[in-house]
């Protein structure tokens, strides 16, 4: 679900800011120690987390709903 070029019935994203697991931890003051990461999506420290607002159609979204809170 994410393409350079404008597709269709997809949504968009606006990002305001992108930095990795380590450095937001960092600017935290959370624990920084390998041992202390949880394993999993997004919880690497070389993962990177997106800050943004989601756009599209009302079917895009409800998609994008539906995804997040199957995998909780």
């Known amino acids: 679900m994410i393409s350079k ?3 269709d019935g997809w949504g968009t994203v606006r990002v305001d800011r992108t ?5 937001f931890m960092e600017s ?3 624990p920084i120690d390998p041992g202390d990461w ?9 993962d990177i987390h997106i800050s ?3 756009r599209g159609p009302t079917v895009f979204l409800q998609k994008i709903y539906q995804i997040y809170f199957e995998t909780m």
């Not at 930095?19 to 450095?23: E, M, Q």
């Not at 949880?38 to 070389?46: E, N, S, V, W």
């Open 5 to 7: 070029d404008p597709k």
């Open 19 to 23: 930095i990795t697991r380590k450095a």
């Open 28 to 30: 935290t003051g959370e």
């Open 38 to 46: 949880d394993i999993g999506r997004g919880k690497l420290p070389d």
């Open 52 to 54: 943004g607002k989601i």
